[in-house]
């Protein structure tokens, strides 16, 4: 019990005071510890700076444009797999959630090395093919930015979408089928607005999410000068003079945001969260679509070579050149890449290191924490476990950078050695993170139901040995699932690394940032594969570990 | 095939096979439905009832099988006919009711109308009318999901009546129903078919719902009808032994006959000869089994009764105004039921571990394949 309150009371802090900092720090006019006075002079800076409104446009094109082309191909998708006798549909049931876990900075950069107007291999192939004099498309765009963006936010919008369509009563759908509607109308008129609040929720995920994607503008727009909210608060903290007051000051708009729309997302689905009355469980129909299945089937493929292919196979390619010119002659190819990443250079060695140690120890410790807190939550009558409830679930609405630029303010003054070190960087993820733990252990026990403990302690266990007994071997299954998705979700983490590297605490995605800074495309190829690889690693494990599919623990 | 003479065949299903992977779920079934009769398939769960009713309404596509509504061939495996359920023109209420949760009361009715592109006018007349029929009046804007159960049924029922459809079929509407409303509803539907005159089929597991709802009955099993009638035939002329068991609660009894003269069969069973009514004709030596309801015999009956056992009792419920005893007959149990126990009858019941006699008449008795 005492273990329990003082994980959620640790959980609570995690969260509260690098937002507590955030807001005290901008409303600073000096950093915290330092003397100085209360002001809002960090609002009218940095809304006065004569970037601003062009990068809240820019944020906000980026926010709608992805979220407006990742929902309908999400949707899209999710009909194909579920409701459309499509060929190979399980496997790519599956595989639609691939892109999920890969690293969107990373698709960024191999799109870029696609698309680039000069030396794009993709835009040299389409000039080439069709006698073009320019090439086609410029990543270094927002609408690029979009395009990357959306291949890595539609399985988003794939996880969130797909479990309605599979919970929906068959009924549901057949029953307006013997009312007179069409295949088509039934899904216009009933499917897709029973799977509304789904949708609409991924909608609203997905668009605080682009808020806070730093990795990719970053890479695609920021050296033009076109910058985001998030591009903008690294510019602040990181390019001297840094003035980490109005940073804080953007952050809060960007916080503001963020927390506007799992508002709006509350308030649009409260009540509507459909509980329908099951039926039997039979296996319901198929739409036949004849030979336009494989019309569908090619859809689905073609989003799986955009998304995985095209960048990862240009990544591979690249990893075994000596320089990067845009083009590929066999006297270039060599193994010098991986020597140098895996056994030479200290600090992407080092990178690999760190990111090891805090994927593994991180989501160990992030779920050791999020256990205790979601068995208070669920199975006490403790007092305020409401509260811990909302407060651990409160990162949902949070960029990842906020919560660094948070954490930056809490502990650069603070009187343990802690910023600097590999512990920030791990603090931040966990932070970053304890949502994901929380709901799936929520889930669990909500699944499992008190009787199997109750039933325990009535059988003379004490309480601590119907814990051991009972709940740990029960829970293991989403501790094991969880560990290893946390893992990967810990290797790809980038923007909230970014505010709080040092040098000594790098992780391989901020090395990746700083490689593709420095041009060393080769070396970046090499270390994204090998980021790839471990990810892949943690997917198989997982299969291996649990026997159900990754869809069930994302959502 | 079963038909009866001198009325009109309205609904077909010929040969109809359906299989899941490799498990049959329905095996080469035929049967008629005439117009306006309520036909009722009954049987346990995963007997392949609903499966034929879903290949009816288009919901699944069969193995096998032609299917007519009307004059209309609307599947037919052989010619390679299948009419999409939209089609079809059937009114259908699902065992989960199906009403849509985005929708209020009155657009789920509404919504055959609308898709059959009916004038707004119409629709709001014909909308108001069932709503009327099936007690909704001061509903209509209500959300649908803030429904009791027996008025989501009712929804379901009106959608499914409001455009008129040729045949109604029902899923196991009322197993989601408590009892009490289940009885409610049960008559409500009987009467709205009635005075509709519609053709309907109706899946249930329960045989007392089959009972009181039905002109006819399929009762089902694995796939396969066992027996078709009206009620009365399947209660007191159950050709199985599947039937007899499954509807209403029944003793077997095996035994060897033993001679067959004047109508009257000997049976040699528990030791000594039964006699019954002689229906079909086994041969001297043949094995058989005799099915006698326990509500038919009697505890130490006042009369001398033509068959009589002895036995011990094992087990007494008393259930108010019936009893239950299970009887050891040489070590076989018989389940008798005592019904219109009386306060003076009380006293003077059997009790555990008493030997009693149990007596019945042979015409109470038959002889189950």
């Known amino acids: 019990m005492v273990v329990m309150f003082a994980a959620a009371v640790v959980a609570s802090f995690l969260v509260l005071y690098p937002l507590g900092y955030l807001i005290y720090g901008s409303l600073r006019t000096a950093l915290p510890g330092d003397p100085g006075t209360f002001t809002l002079n960090n609002f009218v800076e940095a809304f006065t700076s004569h970037k601003i409104f062009p990068t809240i446009i820019n944020t906000f094109i980026i926010m709608f444009g992805t979220t407006l082309v990742s929902c309908p191909v999400g949707l899209f998708l999710v009909w194909i797999t579920t409701r459309t006798d499509t060929p190979f549909r399980r496997s790519l049931e599956i595989l639609n959630i691939l892109p999920f876990l890969l690293s969107p900075y990373v698709a960024g950069v191999a ?16 000039m080439n093919v069709f006698n073009l004099e320019h090439a086609p498309f410029d990543i270094y765009s927002i609408p690029g930015v979009i395009w990357v963006l959306s291949l890595y936010y539609i399985p988003y919008m794939y996880l969130f979408i797909l479990g309605s369509f599979k919970a929906m009563d068959p009924s549901m759908e057949e029953s307006a089928r013997t009312c007179g509607s069409s295949v088509f109308r039934t899904t216009f008129r009933i499917t897709i607005p029973l799977a509304a609040p789904a949708i609409i929720s991924g909608c609203v995920i997905v668009f605080v999410h682009c808020a806070g994607q730093f990795g990719v503008p970053a890479h695609l727009i920021m050296p033009k000068g076109d910058y985001v909210l998030t591009t903008t608060i690294m510019r602040f903290t990181q390019v001297y003079p840094q003035e980490y007051s109005t940073a804080s000051a953007v952050a809060m708009f960007l916080l503001v945001i963020s927390a506007l729309g799992i508002l709006i997302q509350r308030r649009f689905i409260r009540g509507k969260e459909y509980i329908t009355v099951t039926g039997k469980a039979y296996r319901p129909r198929l739409i036949q679509l004849g030979k336009w299945r494989y019309l569908t089937l090619t859809i689905n493929i073609i989003y799986l070579i955009v998304s995985i292919v095209l960048p990862y196979g240009t990544l591979l390619l690249i990893s075994f050149v000596s320089f990067w010119t845009g083009d590929v002659s066999p006297e270039l190819l060599t193994l010098e890449n991986y020597r140098l990443v895996l056994f030479e250079d200290e600090a992407i060695l080092r990178a690999i290191k760190n990111s090891l140690f805090v994927s593994t120890v991180g989501a160990f410790l992030c779920l050791l924490m999020t256990m205790l807190v979601a068995y208070l939550v669920n199975r006490t009558r403790t007092r305020g476990r409401g509260f811990f409830d909302y407060i651990t679930m409160l990162p949902v609405g949070i960029p990842g950078m906020v919560i660094a630029v948070g954490l930056l303010w809490a502990w650069i003054r603070a009187p343990i050695p802690i910023y600097g070190t590999i512990w920030i960087i791990m603090i931040a993820f966990i932070t970053r993170y304890t949502p994901y733990g929380m709901r799936a252990f929520s889930n669990t026990l909500l699944q499992l139901g008190p009787e199997l403990e109750e039933s325990a302690r009535i059988c003379g266990s004490s309480w601590f040995k119907t814990f051991r007994k009972i709940l740990v071997p029960l829970l293991k299954p989403g501790f094991m699932a969880g560990w290893v998705l946390l893992f990967i979700l810990f290797m790809r983490e980038l923007s909230t690394a970014i505010v709080l590297w040092y040098s000594g605490n790098e992780v391989i995605s901020v090395q990746l940032y700083q490689l593709v800074r420095d041009g060393e495309f080769p070396a970046v190829a090499a270390l994204s594969i090998i980021q790839a690889l471990i990810i892949l690693g943690g997917i198989i494990l997982f299969r291996l570990i649990v026997k159900e599919e990754f869809s069930e623990r994302l959502r | 095939m079963i038909r009866r003479k001198g009325t009109m065949v309205f609904l077909k299903v010929l040969n109809l096979v359906k299989k899941f992977d490799s498990v049959v779920a329905v095996d080469n079934i035929s049967f008629e439905v005439e117009r306006g009769e309520f036909l009722t398939l009954l049987g346990p769960s995963g007997c392949g009832k609903t499966t034929i009713l879903r290949c009816i309404a288009g919901l699944e596509t069969p193995d096998q099988g032609d299917i007519f509504i009307g004059e209309k061939l609307v599947l037919s495996r052989e010619k390679d006919v299948f009419v999409q359920p939209d089609k079809r023109g059937l009114g259908m209420v699902f065992q989960s009711y199906a009403i849509w949760p985005h929708l209020s009361v009155s657009d789920n009715i509404a919504y055959p109308l609308v898709e059959r592109k009916l004038k707004k006018d119409l629709v709001r007349k014909k909308t108001k009318q069932i709503l009327e029929m099936v007690k909704l009046s001061g509903l209509e804007d209500r959300s649908a999901t803030k429904l009791s159960g027996g008025q989501q049924q009712r929804v379901a029922l009106a959608r499914a009546l409001v455009y008129d459809p040729e045949v109604l079929l029902f899923d196991e509407p009322l197993s989601n129903l408590d009892a009490k409303l289940r009885i409610e509803m049960r008559n409500e539907i009987r009467n709205l078919q009635k005075n509709l ?166 015409g109470d008795c038959f002889l189950i394949k």
């Open chain 1, 111 to 126: 799109w870029s090395l696609l698309l680039s107007p000069r030396v794009g291999l993709l835009n040299k192939f389409l």
């Open chain 2, 197 to 362: 005159g519609i053709t309907s089929i109706y899946v249930t597991h329960d045989q007392e719902e089959a009972f009181a709802l039905s002109d006819r009955i399929i009762v089902m099993n694995e796939g396969k009808i066992e027996q078709v009638g009206d009620p009365v035939t399947l209660f007191f002329k159950p050709k199985t032994h599947f039937v007899s068991q499954f509807i209403g609660q029944t003793n077997f009894i095996g035994g060897v006959a033993e001679s067959v003269d004047k109508g009257v069969t000997r049976i040699s069973a528990l030791g000594t000869f039964i006699e019954i009514d002689a229906t079909s004709e086994p041969k001297k030596g043949d094995k058989v089994f005799l099915s006698i309801r326990p509500e038919y015999i009697k505890i130490n009956p006042k009369e001398k009764m033509q068959n009589e056992l002895e036995g011990k009792v094992e087990q007494r419920q008393y259930l108010g105004s019936y009893g239950r005893f299970y009887v050891s007959v040489q070590g076989v149990p018989i389940l008798v039921e005592m019904h219109d126990i009386t306060k003076n009858d009380v006293g003077i019941l059997p009790k555990e571990g008493d030997t009693v006699t149990l007596g019945f008449s042979s």
